[in-house]
């Protein structure tokens, strides 16, 4: 079964840097469109960033030129570079495998466990 797994979440002090990694197992990575999320409590999944399988990327406007999405096909594993950190950026980061139009239906997407990113003033 596919599984996602986040790791590098962690607590930082503004201006700080963390990268976030999402290993994939139980798919063929390179195929799929992966995304990373975010979600504050109380409020509804943003996203943040998502890279195709073959590596055209976009970005929610907030992060653009400090957060950097990547893939290494060859290790399954999608990353997330934040730099120059900010207080909103505190969240619970998940990783997320988009949905696959395939054979006339839409695949299911899925979601990591997700990770805490704590930015500390």
């Known amino acids: 079964q596919v599984q996602l797994v986040e790791s590098g979440g962690g607590l930082v002090q503004s201006g700080g840097s963390l990268r976030l990694s999402c290993a994939a197992s139980?798919?063929?990575?390179?195929?799929?469109?992966m995304n990373w999320y975010r979600q504050l409590p109380g409020k509804q999944r943003e996203l943040v960033a998502g890279i195709t399988g073959g590596g055209i990327t976009n970005y929610v406007d907030s992060v653009k030129g400090r957060f950097t999405i990547s893939r290494d096909n060859a290790k399954n594993t999608v990353y997330l570079q934040m730099n120059s950190l900010k207080r909103e950026d505190t969240a619970v980061y998940y990783c997320?495998?988009?949905?696959?139009?395939?054979?006339?239906?839409?695949?299911?997407?899925?979601w990591g466990q997700g990770t805490q990113v704590t930015v500390s003033s």
């Open positions: 997320n495998r988009a949905p696959r139009w395939n054979a006339g239906r839409y695949e299911n997407e899925y």
């Open positions: 139980g798919m063929i990575f390179s195929i799929y469109k």
